[in-house]
């Protein structure tokens, strides 16, 4: 089975400061791209970074930044200088190259709160 | 740009009324899915299409059926609700089902069952 864990149900940050979220996933294929999305209480879903797994260079998106590691299986995001905004859900994905079956993989969530 | 449209954004059904929860698209995207969410499980896939008329089952799609009549289209129908189904239901659209392609969502319909 196809799985995607986010160890940490609920983190908290200070304002400014940089946290990290935890993912790993589980698959047997070789390619994919991994997602991370946040989800606001206005039930938005957001895209906030992606990262193709056959790129060994780490995704940077502004404050948000992934440390991807294939052979672990592990995908984390990076927050860096946290804002009041940033307070949400957030939820790690993976998508494998077409199958015709379900190729977009969620993770239970991760809350985060940040401290003013 | 609209993007993705759910409607309703709330609905309160009993047990056993039937009821369709719309989802439109106006960027031409192929690929639309359903997904619940419920609390600690992320988001599930229901149901999915890789194009008008083309449909497939997802992870939990017992209790549920849908339609692609068209590329903008792909309402979800529970044909006869239960409390299981009380959850969170998002839609979302990608161009193709192309890996690199994110997902857009809609704002999601809460829907309860009594």
């Known amino acids: 089975a196809q799985t995607v864990t986010q160890s940490q149900p609920e983190m908290s940050v200070q304002e400014a400061e940089t946290v990290t979220l935890s993912c790993t996933y589980d698959t047997s294929e070789s390619d994919y791209y991994l997602f991370w999305y946040k989800q606001p209480p206005s039930r938005q879903m957001i895209l906030v970074i992606r990262q193709e797994a056959y790129k060994q260079q780490n995704a940077t998106e502004n404050r948000f930044s992934v440390n991807f590691q294939k052979a672990a299986k592990s995908f984390s995001l990076k927050i860096s200088d946290s804002q009041l905004g940033d307070a949400a859900m957030y939820f790690c994905a993976y998508r494998i190259l077409p199958n015709y079956g379900q190729n977009f993989v969620f993770g239970p969530g991760t809350r985060l709160s940040v401290l003013p | 740009n609209a993007g993705v449209t759910q409607t309703p954004k709330f609905q309160v059904l009993k047990t056993g009324q039937s009821m369709t929860l719309q989802c439109a698209q106006d960027?031409?995207?192929?690929?639309m899915s359903w997904y619940r969410q419920d609390p600690g499980m992320g988001l599930r896939l229901i149901h999915y299409s890789v194009g008008a008329g083309i449909t497939d089952q997802g992870e939990v799609p017992n209790g549920y059926n849908v339609s692609r009549s068209t590329t903008e289209d792909f309402p979800l129908r529970l044909l006869s609700a239960a409390p299981s189904q009380t959850s969170v239901y998002f839609c979302?659209?990608?161009?193709?089902?192309?890996?690199?392609?994110?997902?857009?969502f809609g704002d999601g319909t809460r829907l309860s069952i009594l």
């Open positions: 979302a659209s990608s161009y193709s089902i192309a890996g690199d392609q994110p997902q857009h």
């Open positions: 960027m031409n995207h192929e690929y």
